[in-house]
């Protein structure tokens, strides 16, 4: 199957600081991307979706200047984590849909990202 | 908004036997793909199986089928001959086309398979 791969897979930072995480689709390109967030034992919430070359839609309650996605290429999307506090420590994942098979096309998920705020 | 409900926390099966896991939905959309998925420990999200709501015929995936009720908006997951790696969180999931077809999750079943 396809593969998405997101870097890093783990990061610790201190509050305040600004964090990047990437996800890459390897072998297709992949006009719209999905955000995930998880916390310990729950659910994927659905953060926001982003299509290539255009703003992000962020769903209801997340904060787009807290979380900034940008999806500048086919194959690459980036969550920045701005501003930084314990609260947003977090599982992130990401998932990617291969442009070539249209709007009901099979998701490929990122190995996800650890992300620890001290 | 859609919403998919999970009811069953915990659920435990023996080697070898059979398991339902159960999801049911509300939706107002007629046209929608469901799914299910599985996350082992590492975390990895892994399509276990999809289901097009215009299609009558239950998915089948050699031993994972679902019982798909669409008037009782039902779409349950049963795995048979169970294995030891089977373990994992399941979840349920919905999309259609007022989302642009992300995925909107369940909360998740955590399945124990004992020897």
């Known amino acids: 199957g396809a593969v998405v791969s997101q870097h890093p897979s783990w990061v610790i930072c201190k509050s305040g600081t600004s964090v990047k995480i990437e996800c890459r689709s390897l072998?297709?390109?992949?006009?719209?991307m999905f955000w995930y967030r998880q916390f310990p034992k729950q659910s994927l919430m659905l953060m926001a979706t982003?299509?290539?070359?255009?703003?992000?839609?962020?769903e209801q309650g997340v904060e787009k200047d807290k979380f900034l996605i940008n999806h500048a290429s086919l194959t690459l999307s980036t969550l920045t984590v701005t501003s930084a506090h314990p609260e947003d420590s977090s599982f992130y994942i990401c998932s990617a849909r291969d442009g070539g098979q249209g709007a009901t096309g099979e998701l490929f998920f990122g190995e996800g990202s650890r992300l620890t705020v001290l | 908004a859609q919403t998919v409900t999970q009811s069953q926390p915990e659920m435990s099966v023996q080697e070898a036997e059979t398991v339902t896991l159960s999801c049911t939905y509300d939706t107002s959309e007629s046209d929608y793909y469901l799914f299910w998925y599985k996350q082992p420990p590492s975390r990895q999200m892994i399509l276990v199986i999809r289901?097009?709501?215009?299609?009558?015929q239950n998915a089948t995936e050699n031993r994972f089928s679902v019982n798909f009720q669409k008037a009782a908006k039902s779409f349950s997951l049963k795995i048979s001959d169970s294995q030891l790696g089977d373990a994992a969180m399941y979840f349920c999931a919905y999309a259609g086309v007022d989302s642009g077809y992300a995925l909107n999750f369940g909360k998740g079943t955590s399945l124990l398979v004992t020897p």
């Open positions: 072998d297709f390109q992949a006009t719209t």
């Open positions: 289901q097009e709501a215009y299609k009558q």
């Open positions: 982003s299509n290539e070359g255009s703003k992000a839609t962020y």
